[in-house]
Every structure is written in C-alpha cells, then in structure tokens.
C-alpha cells in the first residue's frame, strides 16, 4: 500500500498468511480482502468454519482501504424510491438493516478496541436551491416515517459549519459520521485472524467450477504458478476490482474510478463540529478533516485508468469549495475504485448452492459492506433470512453488460455533469447519483 494518507495511520501488526502455503480444501474460500471479504471471513471463522481469504492484492487495498471514511445510515438509494418500488413493509425493514450495519461498524469498533478516529456527524450541502427543497422533503420523510432528527441549516449556518460559503443550505445528520477506513479494515483482518481465517494477499483467483457438490477455484500466487483449491462455499468480495471470475456479477457491478487528495494538518478547524459533508451533485463532492485536521476531500470520477495526476485532478473540485486553500499543499492523492449497480441497490446474493456475491454498494459500503460480510456468513451458517431480504432488491445487469460499460459510463458521466448543471434531481432513478460516498 503506498499513496493514501491512511497508511500511515495503520500500525497494527500484520496478520497476513506470508508464504505460497494454500490449502487443498476449505469450508470456506472468500476472493477479496476489503471490508465484505474481511467481515465475512470473521463472521465464518467465528462460527468454526474454516476459511480460507484471498487477494489478489494487499488486503484492503482496493476501494476499503482508500474510500472517503463517511459512515452513513441507510442506503445509497432513497427510502421514496425502495417503498415505491418493494413496498412499505420491505423498505421498513431495509431502513432497519441500514441501521444495523451503522451499529456493526460500532459494535466491532467496540468490541475489537479500535476507535478507527471516529467523529460523528454527517451534512448534506445542497448545491442548489431545489437540491436544497428536496433534501428537506426528504429529512421530512425519514423524520415522520422512522423518527430520524436532523438539523435543517440555513445558507448562513451552513457556511458557519463547513467554513464555506459555496452552499445554500444543508441538513445535518447525527446518526452517521465518518471514521480512518484502513484501521477498521486492520482491525477486521487482525480479528479474523484470530479467529482462525488464513488470509492470503497477492494471490489472484482466476477461474472457478463446480465439482461434486464443492467447488474448484484456480489460484494464481506472485510467481504465476498455480494451486486449485476445492470449497463446499465460494464468496465473490472483488466489487468493482472482480474481473474475468464471475459475468452475473461483472455485467451488474461497473467498476467506477473516485479521486480524493489530502492536505496536511490546517492550523483551523473548517468544520469546528467534526462534521463529514458531502453534496447533493451526481457527481458528488465529500469531504471532511480528520482528528489530525487534514482536509480529505472527494472530487471527480472517470472510469478506467486513474488521472497521472491526481493531486491536479481533485485540487479544482477542492479550490471551489475552499477557495482560500489556493495555497495549500496536496499531502497525498489518490484513487480507488468503488461498484456501482443501475438502482444503486447492492447486489448481495447466493447466486448458485454455495456461490456467494456480494458489492454493488454504490458509493455507501463502510457500513453495508461490513454488513453484507455477516449476512453471507449467516446465511451460510443457515439463517438466510436478512440474504433473503437483500436479495428482494431489483439488481439488473447494466444493458450490454460488461462489453459496454466503457461507452456507457462514459455516456452516464457526461450525463451526470450535465445533470448537476442542470440542476437536475439526484433523488430515486436508475443509476443516477455514480459517486462516493
Ligand atoms: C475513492 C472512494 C471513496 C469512497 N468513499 C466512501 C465513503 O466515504 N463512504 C462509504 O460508505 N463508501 C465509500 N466508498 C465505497 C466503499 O469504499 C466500498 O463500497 C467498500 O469499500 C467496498 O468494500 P469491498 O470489500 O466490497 O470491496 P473492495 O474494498 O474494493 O475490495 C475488493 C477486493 O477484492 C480483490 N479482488 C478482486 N478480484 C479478485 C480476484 N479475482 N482474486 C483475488 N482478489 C480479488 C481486490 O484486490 C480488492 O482488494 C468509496 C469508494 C472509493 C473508491
């Protein structure tokens, strides 16, 4: 792991499996070491299993490792548009599991000793008076229908609270906050670890089949030589870095490049409350200082290939909300790349007896994520009922699938800077809202 601010934060031991030492057989084979993989390998070696973890990569190094850090409750898709479209009663209890996953994060953080740097607090800024009509309405919704509190800002206390006069009003939320993503992802490993998971960085998974009721997986280690590996349960956690294992994830799930540079520590406190912030644009601006006070800011998305320069990337997206750090330093840039699906639903599911997806989370998977590692970890213990639940969600594949999702993105990119200029709603529709958080 090399260019994010995080590393430097995370100074727990390594946990990791050191040498090319793969089992024949597990109970369990996870491809992935973020957030999904590295939950769901704790949850399983917890309840005895063993589990064998691979990535092809260093663990948390994919979008777990680099991501914004903002904890936010409920789901990327608005509560409007999951009652519109499943009903009441289920999206009832989808708001309840986003409320879960929330606690899971707590209850691990807790639980493992590790306080991740968390802050609490959470704004959205609209960028524009509808934008702004339309975040109330929707505070409205979630305060009749779930007794949610929150905080309407006015243009001038907003501008108080983010030191930034670029908004026009904004609504806090105390439930959510944001926290340093790679010490709950060290925390995760170094807890399954313990738990009895081997877990096996830089090591690809290439192909898989079934076999007599198990299932083969094809692993490629650092070298290039190879190891088949037989598991009666297989869970794909690659998100938006699975490619070539696995189409009806792949031509669900578009991989989609986020940017985020970081200022050294400020001598002010911008956001004297602690608060994340993140806008109402499609394309969307996060943002938030840390304990240290560095500025972590999230701007801009591109598909494919990160910009050679980050840094020059993000700085404009930064200077428009903080015009008066023209003069400040970048510390470190960075890109990730996070899974988008066309409903924003994730997609978790059990695709085949023993086959196993989970990603899709769409910009908001710190909490879901997290969770979807216990729900697959139930299910495969035997109680499917919260996998049941996720797998209701409307996940279809992306038209064209994998082949066109290059043009596509491309097209929905344009669309959505076009959008935000607009002043065009980000609320319900079909993958509209791409990006973190
Ligand atoms: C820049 C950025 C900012 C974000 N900000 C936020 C935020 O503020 N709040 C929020 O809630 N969410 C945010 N997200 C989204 C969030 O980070 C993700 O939803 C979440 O981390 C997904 O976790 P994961 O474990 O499913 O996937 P990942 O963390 O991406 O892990 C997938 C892993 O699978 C491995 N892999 C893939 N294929 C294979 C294979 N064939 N063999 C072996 N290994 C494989 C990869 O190497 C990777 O390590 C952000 C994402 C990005 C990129």
């Given at each position: 792991m090399?260019?994010t601010i995080y590393t430097e934060e995370a100074s727990l031991p390594d946990?990791?499996?050191?040498?090319?030492?793969?089992?024949?057989?597990?109970?369990?084979?996870?491809?992935?070491?973020?957030?999904?993989?590295?939950?769901?390998?704790?949850?399983?070696?917890?309840?005895?299993?063993?589990?064998?973890?691979?990535?092809?990569?260093a663990l948390g190094?994919?979008?777990?490792g680099?991501?914004?850090?903002?904890?936010?409750?409920?789901?990327?898709?608005?509560?409007?548009?999951?009652?519109?479209?499943?009903?009441?009663?289920?999206?009832?209890?989808?708001?309840?599991?986003?409320?879960?996953?929330?606690?899971?994060?707590?209850?691990?953080?807790?639980?493992?000793?590790e306080?991740c740097g968390?802050?609490?607090?959470?704004?959205?800024?609209?960028?524009?008076?509808?934008?702004?009509?339309?975040?109330?309405?929707?505070?409205?919704?979630?305060?009749?229908?779930?007794?949610?509190?929150?905080?309407?800002?006015?243009?001038?206390?907003?501008?108080?609270?983010?030191?930034?006069?670029?908004?026009?009003?904004?609504?806090?939320?105390?439930?959510?906050?944001?926290?340093n993503p790679l010490a709950l992802v060290e925390a995760?490993a170094h807890?399954?670890?313990?738990?009895?998971?081997?877990?096996?960085?830089?090591?690809?998974?290439?192909?898989?089949?079934?076999?007599?009721?198990?299932?083969?997986?094809?692993?490629?280690?650092?070298?290039?030589?190879?190891?088949?590996?037989?598991?009666?349960?297989?869970?794909?956690?690659?998100?938006?870095?699975?490619?070539?294992?696995?189409?009806?994830?792949?031509?669900?799930?578009?991989?989609?490049?986020?940017?985020?540079?970081?200022?050294?520590?400020?001598?002010?406190?911008?956001?004297?409350?602690?608060?994340?912030?993140?806008?109402?644009?499609?394309?969307?601006?996060?943002?938030?200082?840390?304990?240290?006070?560095?500025?972590?800011?999230?701007?801009?998305?591109?598909?494919?290939?990160?910009?050679?320069?980050?840094?020059?990337?993000?700085?404009?997206?930064?200077?428009?909300?903080?015009?008066?750090?023209?003069?400040?330093?970048?510390?470190?840039?960075?890109?990730?790349?996070?899974?988008?699906?066309?409903?924003?639903?994730?997609?978790?599911?059990?695709?085949?007896?023993?086959?196993?997806?989970?990603?899709?989370?769409?910009?908001?998977?710190?909490?879901?994520?997290?969770?979807?590692?216990?729900?697959?970890?139930?299910?495969?213990?035997?109680?499917?009922?919260?996998?049941?639940?996720?797998?209701?969600?409307?996940?279809?594949?992306?038209?064209?699938?994998?082949?066109?999702?290059?043009?596509?993105?491309?097209?929905?990119?344009?669309?959505?800077?076009?959008?935000?200029?607009?002043?065009?709603?980000?609320?319900?529709?079909?993958?509209?809202?791409?990006?973190?958080?």
């Amino acid at each position: 792991m090399s260019d994010t601010i995080y590393t430097e934060e995370a100074s727990l031991p390594d946990p990791r499996a050191k040498d090319w030492d793969l089992p024949d057989r597990t109970d369990a084979l996870i491809v992935g070491g973020g957030l999904t993989g590295l939950s769901t390998a704790l949850f399983l070696s917890r309840a005895g299993r063993k589990v064998t973890l691979v990535d092809k990569g260093a663990l948390g190094d994919g979008a777990s490792g680099r991501n914004g850090g903002q904890l936010h409750p409920g789901h990327r898709q608005d509560q409007v548009w999951l009652t519109e479209r499943l009903g009441e009663p289920l999206a009832d209890t989808l708001w309840e599991l986003g409320e879960q996953a929330v606690a899971l994060v707590h209850q691990l953080r807790a639980e493992l000793n590790e306080d991740c740097g968390f802050q609490p607090g959470l704004i959205e800024a609209a960028h524009t008076v509808r934008a702004f009509d339309a975040s109330r309405h929707y505070a409205d919704h979630l305060a009749e229908r779930y007794g949610v509190e929150t905080e309407i800002l006015s243009r001038e206390a907003l501008a108080a609270t983010i030191g930034s006069t670029r908004y026009v009003g904004g609504v806090r939320d105390a439930t959510g906050g944001h926290l340093n993503p790679l010490a709950l992802v060290e925390a995760l490993a170094h807890a399954a670890h313990e738990a009895g998971a081997v877990l096996h960085p830089f090591v690809r998974a290439v192909h898989h089949s079934r076999r007599s009721g198990r299932i083969a997986v094809t692993l490629a280690g650092p070298g290039g030589d190879e190891h088949e590996i037989e598991a009666d349960n297989v869970i794909l956690a690659g998100n938006g870095y699975l490619a070539g294992l696995e189409p009806r994830v792949e031509n669900r799930i578009m991989p989609l490049v986020n940017h985020i540079a970081a200022t050294n520590p400020l001598p002010k406190a911008l956001i004297p409350g602690g608060e994340a912030v993140s806008d109402t644009r499609h394309v969307v601006r996060y943002f938030r200082q840390d304990s240290e006070g560095r500025m972590i800011f999230g701007g801009g998305e591109s598909f494919g290939r990160p910009p050679a320069d980050v840094a020059a990337f993000v700085r404009p997206y930064l200077l428009e909300v903080y015009p008066d750090l023209a003069d400040e330093p970048i510390a470190a840039a960075w890109s990730g790349t996070l899974g988008i699906t066309r409903t924003r639903c994730p997609y978790i599911r059990r695709l085949d007896p023993g086959l196993y997806a989970a990603g899709g989370y769409s910009g908001q998977g710190v909490g879901l994520a997290t969770f979807a590692g216990k729900v697959i970890s139930d299910a495969i213990v035997g109680d499917t009922g919260t996998l049941d639940v996720f797998s209701h969600l409307p996940v279809p594949p992306f038209p064209g699938g994998r082949a066109f999702m290059s043009p596509l993105a491309a097209l929905a990119m344009a669309w959505f800077a076009i959008s935000d200029r607009l002043d065009l709603s980000r609320r319900g529709g079909e993958a509209a809202g791409t990006s973190a958080p």
